[in-house]
């Protein structure tokens, strides 16, 4: 995600009269807010099962791929949204997060995966909350 893409997003945010925090803050409504995201999210979700019922019909690639494509933009765009509300900086949150999961390899610098594809953790693994903590103190939150 770019800065175009976030500045598309705050755009958006300020067209639809959307909460948007210049720095991380946590609003009085957050456990509300947060309950609504989850509803939301889970209504995301649920159009998994209209894409596997898609492909139980035998649709074509092209409208499966497309049905997958639109589900996970609608999820990254409303994650990105709600972000802005809480005015965390997703972008870099993101990029510590990428560097932990980078730090899962396994000793011989192979990934390790559980039988559900999930990386499982190695022995150079940090969680990457401290770092996350440290950039959030750093943008005023």
Not at 93 to 103: A, T
Request: with cysteine; charged share 25%.
């Amino acid at each position: 995600m770019n800065a175009d893409f976030a500045a598309r997003i705050a755009a958006m945010n300020a067209m639809y009269k959307l909460p948007a925090a210049q720095q991380p803050t946590l609003p009085a409504d957050a456990a509300e807010r947060l309950v609504k995201f989850k509803a939301t999210l889970m209504d995301e979700v649920h159009e998994i099962d209209d894409i596997v019922a898609l492909m139980h019909k035998g649709a074509a690639p092209a409208e499966v791929l497309t049905a997958i494509a639109d589900l996970l933009g609608d999820v990254i765009v409303y994650c990105r949204s709600e972000a802005l509300k809480y005015g965390l900086p997703l972008e870099d949150v993101l990029g510590i997060i990428m560097d932990s999961n980078e730090s899962k390899l396994g000793a011989d610098g192979k990934p390790i995966y559980d039988g559900n594809g999930k990386f499982l953790k190695g022995p150079n693994y940090w969680k990457p909350e401290p770092k996350i903590r440290a950039l959030l103190e750093n943008k005023g939150g």
